[in-house]
């Protein structure tokens, strides 16, 4: 049995602790927020925060996680209302979405290490995240917005 | 608008029904002509497809729209219900947006061919319509004043002499009483108050807190995972296979083998399947199942020539598929030689052959481009549960009208007994408008008599894929001793078919016309792709005129407006299939938005490319500069005509993601073969475009008119890569002709 700690609740799951974090949130645990997009740690889509550190839980060995504080997008905010979630709205960023929690869930690591980042610094950061629809233009905007907001305590 | 009352051309009939427990449905049905994407391959019917959806009005004043068509990032979800809500005058904000299931009397519900806003933009307003005529009929009775008088305004009826009100929810129990009105008025485009006013994605916050919605993330009490190891490589198939390692993993419940289509199975126009013989690994949990695989002992062999049946319109046709293993290189080769034999003559106008004999000067030009996989982010998975009495299938596809007939041919189940649920898609591009992941989905689930998901792996995905076609195609240009383009000859070919449109344009703008066609049959399963042959054709023929501008000392803007004027006013040959005017539009558009030739934007070089497809026009002006060593397009301006734009933020959002696709495609896109078997495997070797790859600006200019919306999700694609092809040759002064431009990837990078 392996004891997690995800978005500050615990768990209890009987899985092998091979096992890559992402599949124990998905199948055992219900959090198919973190997607799964490659397995290989090429495009971003399963990134969650480990002691709020971006990882790629797609080949996150789950034994990993254990002892650690694992937050997921579910997470991120009580009620969806992140500086990010927020400006992930009002600019529509999204086609499809698949890809957008990973997005995000990068991004949040970034807006918390800088406040005002530029345009080098968003591509530098989030260079590891694919969007197959092609949202990057908004998803700069949208990290720009929240990071504005951010400052002005918003 | 060109109409403003409810079309009588369709046959048209609402329903409406009480809801038990009080409130007002509108079942609509209606039979609209279908003929837009009923082009060659679709296995559509000929001429009328049933449609139907519903409008539910309660007593609480909430209004729920069912949506009909799935959407895959299209935004389907949010502008088909603004149709509605617009005509139907509801309070947007209380409007509450379903997906439909899939219903054999709502036709193929299909998402795709730009089709969506374009197929249901009038019957939806005719529904939104009527629905607020009865309201406001109820209304009027219950206040004894005439209809005349009453008003309407975000889900209230008013009768504005009495000052008295109420809401559509108070009203609409006695409104499903009445008899349904003919002929219903609807609004002027002037007075739009929701169409045309951009509206936030109604499951935006669903997808940013990580909500369930995807196919991936659909589950059910007892459900299994399941996999497919299929064949190494185009060309093989399973021998043998020994699963006792694989069985003794832990969670693995069952390993078979599986044939999809029996010998002779008549397969429609959707039936596509890369592989017949398949090895099926089930399990308890997805990661057990890929796991266990690794320790398969499969032994495949050589397939040889097969045969598929084919069940047309034409009837049935059996096609032989060759068994070669192929490979890139040879494939080249070979549509090197075919370019050289003669070809299916197309069309043709004037003299091409006297004319290109007399020329002065003769231009010859070969374009060449990979086959593309989709990857989709979302790989190709489905729910199903399948009993003896009953099917239930739950998952991200684009035309479920299309599987259902072969599911239930392969099911032995009657259609009214197979039960299709759509979820969100993680993106589609054309991949799953081909069903067959259904179809192994419901056999494993029969087999196995117990619900099971079946989930490819990004590597099933893009190795087991119906790409988009490996195309060739050859331009020639004669030019006279003035260099005026006096024949113009496209010769085009593919792996496993044509790209040519030959009544597309320059076919009309030149006296002399010749399109020629050829095919190289193949094992490599294809299939459509943002735009089907459009995506390349804008890539060459649009790289081709460029050329041509240049060699005639034009401007590559009036060079094509010329052309342009000279079909519009003096049009060679019949059949053209585009609106010179509304081209030539786009394109002046694009010149102006973009400052073409001002000094102040001399730094960038400059490309500009326009193309028709899917009934809507796009121009781009791409703009290039070096970064890091490495050519990055930094701004894009583009200007399209779509006709009445519904969601202006959310249409602009898929014009810039188009635009980010073609760049990404053009660069990077690109699936070859050795011996059969895909070389891009992952994301690590199929390179695609990335957040620091893409520009920081991409502006869009929509042209403004009343036109009925023609469709926007195709159309801004293909001549994207055109714009990048001629701004890369103004940087690197040489063309390049073979596609992708740029490097694919050769180690993993790290993140």
């Known amino acids: 049995m392996i004891t997690l700690n995800i978005n500050k609740k615990t768990y209890d799951v009987d899985v092998d602790p091979e096992t890559p974090l992402l599949w124990v949130l998905r199948d055992n645990l219900n959090l198919v927020g973190a997607k799964y997009g490659c397995g290989l740690a090429q495009c971003g889509a399963c990134v969650v925060h480990l002691n709020g550190e971006a990882v790629r839980s797609c080949v996150t060995k789950v034994s990993r996680a254990v002892g650690q504080k694992v937050v997921t997008i579910e997470g991120l905010s009580e009620k969806g209302d992140h500086p990010l979630q927020k400006a992930w709205i009002e600019l529509d960023v999204v086609q499809c979405g698949y890809c957008q929690a990973g997005q995000i869930m990068s991004a949040a690591v970034l807006l918390r290490e800088n406040k005002n980042p530029t345009d080098a610094d968003i591509d530098d950061a989030m260079a590891g995240n694919i969007c197959r629809c092609g949202t990057y233009l908004r998803i700069r905007h949208a990290i720009k917005l929240a990071a504005e907001n951010q400052r002005k305590g918003k | ?751």
């Open chain 2, 1 to 751: 608008m060109a109409n403003p009352k409810t079309s009588m051309q369709r046959r048209s009939f609402l329903k409406a029904t009480a809801i038990v427990g009080g409130g007002l449905m509108i079942n609509f049905s209606w039979l609209p002509s279908f003929g837009q994407i009923n082009n060659n391959k679709t296995g559509l019917p000929e001429d009328w497809i049933e449609i139907n959806g519903f409008i539910k009005i309660t007593p609480d004043n909430v209004i729920k729209i069912l949506n009909p068509n799935p959407d895959f990032g299209q935004n389907v979800m949010t502008s088909l219900p603004m149709i509605v809500a617009e005509e139907l005058d509801a309070d947007w904000k209380n409007v509450v947006v379903e997906m439909a299931p899939h219903n054999t009397k709502l036709g193929p519900q299909f998402t795709g061919g730009s089709n969506s806003v374009r197929m249901y933009w009038k019957p939806l307003r005719e529904a939104g319509a009527t629905a607020r005529y009865m309201l406001m009929q109820a209304a009027a009775q219950n206040w004894n004043v005439p209809v005349e008088e009453i008003t309407t305004k975000a889900s209230i009826l008013y009768h504005k002499k009495s000052g008295k009100s109420a809401t559509y929810g108070s009203v609409a129990t006695k409104a499903a009483t009445l008899p349904v009105p003919k002929n219903v008025k609807l609004k002027d485009v002037n007075d739009f108050k929701i169409v045309g006013h951009s509206q936030e994605n109604v499951e935006g916050l669903k997808i940013v807190t990580g909500a369930s919605l995807f196919g991936m993330d659909y589950k059910q009490e007892g459900m299994q995972i399941a996999m497919i190891e299929h064949p190494p490589a185009f060309g093989k198939k399973l021998k043998s296979f020994d699963a006792s390692e694989t069985l003794k993993m832990p969670g693995i419940t069952n390993v078979f083998s599986l044939k999809l289509y029996e010998d002779g199975f008549e397969q429609g126009g959707f039936d596509t399947r890369s592989f017949n013989d398949l090895l099926v690994v089930v399990g308890k949990t997805t990661w057990e199942v890929m796991n266990a695989r690794k320790k398969l002992n499969a032994i495949w062999e050589n397939a040889g020539d097969t045969k598929d049946t084919i069940s047309g319109r034409s009837g049935k046709t059996e096609v032989v598929v060759p068994g070669t293993l192929e490979s890139t290189s040879k494939q080249l080769e070979k549509m090197q030689e075919y370019a050289s034999k003669p070809a299916q003559l197309l069309r043709k106008d004037g003299d091409p052959e006297t004319a290109f004999k007399n020329a002065a000067q003769i231009i010859e030009r070969t374009y060449t481009a990979p086959f593309l996989a989709h990857n989709c982010m979302e790989p190709m998975n489905f729910f199903a549960h399948v009993t003896d009495e009953k099917a239930l299938l739950v998952g991200p596809l684009q035309a479920p009208g299309w599987i259902q007939p072969t599911l239930a041919k392969i099911l032995n189940l009657p259609a009214d007994k197979i039960e299709i649920q759509m979820t969100r898609m993680g993106g589609g591009f054309g991949r799953r408008a081909y069903g067959h992941y259904l179809t192994e989905a419901a056999l494993i689930s029969k087999k196995i008599n117990a619900p099971v998901k079946l989930v490819y792996t990004r590597e099933d995905d893009m190795t087991y894929g119906i790409y988009r076609p490996m195309y060739t195609a050859t331009y020639r240009a004669a030019l006279d001793a003035n260099k005026n383009l006096i024949a113009f000859h496209v010769k085009g070919g593919g792996i496993p078919e044509h790209p040519v449109h030959a009544n597309r344009f320059p076919a009309g703008a030149v006296e002399n016309y010749l399109a020629e066609g050829w095919q190289i049959s193949s094992n490599i399963t294809i299939g459509a792709f943002r735009a089907p042959r459009s995506n390349f054709n804008a890539a060459a023929e649009q790289s081709f005129l460029d050329e041509l501008a240049e060699a005639m000392g034009k401007d590559p803007i009036d060079f094509r407006l010329e052309l342009l004027k000279k079909a519009k006013e003096t049009p060679v040959g019949k059949n053209n299939d585009y609106n010179a005017e509304r081209y030539a539009a786009v394109l002046q558009l694009v010149k102006e938005k973009s400052g073409w030739g001002k000094p102040e934007n001399k730094k960038y070089s400059r490309g500009v490319a326009a193309y028709f497809c899917h009934n809507s026009y796009a121009a781009h002006v791409v703009d290039m500069v070096m970064k890091d060593g490495q050519p990055y397009v930094e701004r894009v301006f583009s200007a399209i005509d779509c006709g009445i734009v519904i969601n202006p933020d959310a249409a602009t959002n898929m014009v810039q993601g188009a635009v980010v696709d073609g760049i990404g495609n053009a660069f990077y896109g690109g699936l070859t073969h050795i011996d059969g078997a895909v070389q891009q495997t992952n994301f690590h070797q199929y390179r695609m475009i990335r957040m620091n790859e893409s520009p920081k600006k991409i502006d869009v200019s929509f042209v403004d008119n009343d036109i009925d919306p023609t469709g926007l999700g195709e159309p801004p694609f293909p001549p994207v890569f055109g714009a990048v092809a001629n701004a890369l040759y103004k940087l690197e002064g040489k063309r390049n002709y073979k596609q992708p431009f740029g490097v694919q990837l050769l180690t993993p990078r790290a993140f």
